[in-house]
């Protein structure tokens, strides 16, 4: 990546909402599965480690991510979804297996469709209905379409 690349994505990570940097997380694990998988296919394991690494790098974050000092239903299943793919990329190394990368991917792909719909339907949403974290909900307040626990995802620093 040249200067000038790794420039715009330092702004773009520094400035993006949490919202926008999960689904960056999620678009550089895709990224380098993508490659990774291409490597494995062309019989390039050397490389495909490298690739394999960061991806797995890029979903070490996302479980990281997910807030786990209250577990819920959601947060558990979410994690499940991100293990399954983490052990999948360690198994696609072990194995030589592209197609476990392609599985891997697949899996996330769906996360990450689900997260922009998510995102979707939030700007569609009146202000009132997508209240900040904390605000008690009364019963003449409309419901929460977003769990609580979007609000507050706080990704590690992965880039220094």
């Known amino acids: 990546m040249n200067a000038a690349a790794q420039e715009y994505l330092a702004a773009r990570v520094l400035t993006a909402s949490p919202k926008s940097l999960h689904l960056l997380v999620v678009d550089g694990a895709l990224r380098h599965m993508t490659r990774a998988g291409e490597f494995l296919a062309a019989g390039d ?6 690739a394999l690494n960061d991806a797995r790098a890029f979903v070490g974050e996302l479980l990281a991510g997910l807030k786990s000092d209250e577990p819920d239903d959601l947060t558990s299943n979410v994690a499940s979804l991100f293990t399954f793919v983490y052990r999948r990329l ?7 297996s592209a197609e476990r990368v392609r599985d891997a991917a697949k899996v ?3 996360h990450r469709e689900t997260w922009l719909e998510l995102l979707t339907q939030m700007a569609d ?11 008690a909900l009364s019963a003449a307040a409309p419901a929460r ?3 609580a626990e979007y609000d507050e995802y706080q990704p590690r620093s992965w880039c220094g």
Request: hydrophobic fraction near 45%.
């Open 125 to 135: 949403c009146p202000p009132a209905q997508v209240m900040p974290t904390g605000v």
């Open 145 to 147: 379409r977003v769990p």
């Open 108 to 110: 996330l792909r769906v």
């Open 45 to 50: 394991r050397q490389a495909a480690h490298a």
């Open 90 to 96: 360690v198994e696609a190394e072990i194995h030589g």
